[in-house]
């Protein structure tokens, strides 16, 4: 299953990733002249995936029905606003590129909640195109370093761009899935991701390997969809795909035990917003203990 569901997410995130560079391909060309006067590309957000936004306005387990009247979306208008750029402050936003900006596919803003402090080692699973790297490394400062940690090479391409486009020095982006790290134990202070543990096809071996690259003391902070401990696998499938963040999302209860059992402490789950019903976009927060 494993490896079915990493093409899956590689070809989904790959294409966005990919409409997004020939997007700045075609600007470049167009300020450069080498277009013949053809207007520049305007950037565009990554497409929202295939969420039913209809799901979010019935009761759990229970499909809308031909002619419902919530079928159609209209409480879940705000949409848009569950996932992506505007879960940014002004100023965050202010100083990043505007593809940067554009390609973020999260559901919250790890990085306002992380406490990074100057020096810190950063780890951000599943960097897609950067925008919290790009905001940890500015944290963390030049005494500090940002990792970004991602599967899909269009991704990393973007993700590598938009750096070098901030003139960000103290950042890196490495090619590798979150179930099996390319890093080595003890390296990181803190772990962030944004909206992908959910996605991964076995979250045991990505809390271990939380476990095992943290240093001791060191700490995890990340955004992600978590379901109410009420809703059925097959009822979290019915709010969205798993590529689309829902249908592998954890329960609290299974993400409270996943953690522990990985050997972290101070397990901690605030939800922020709802994505759909019954499903929450949450702050997971946790700890590697000082003596492990
Ligand atoms: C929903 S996007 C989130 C991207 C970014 N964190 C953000 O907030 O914009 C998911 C990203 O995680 C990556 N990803 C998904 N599953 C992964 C895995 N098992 N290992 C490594 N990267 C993964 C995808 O390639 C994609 O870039």
Known sequence: MTDDLHAQIRDHYGDSARRMLDALDAQEA???????????????????????????????????????????????????????PDLYGALDRADLPDAAVLASLGCGNPTAVAELHAGETVLDLGSGGGIDVLLSAKRVGLAGRAIGLDMTDDMLALARRNAAEAGATNVEFVKGTIESMPLDAGTVDVVISNCVINLAADKPAVFREIARVLRPGGRMAVSDVVAEDVLMEDERRERGSWAACYAGALSFGEYTAGLMDAGLVDVEIVPTHSVADRMHAAIVRARKPANA
């Open 30 to 84: 167009a300020a450069t002249g080498a277009t013949g006067g053809t207007p520049a590309t305007t950037l565009t957000m990554l497409p929202l995936l295939d969420v039913q936004p209809a799901a979010c306005c019935t009761p759990a387990g229970v499909a809308a029905a031909p002619g419902d009247a919530h079928a159609g979306a209209s409480c879940c208008e705000s949409e848009p606003t569950v996932f992506g």
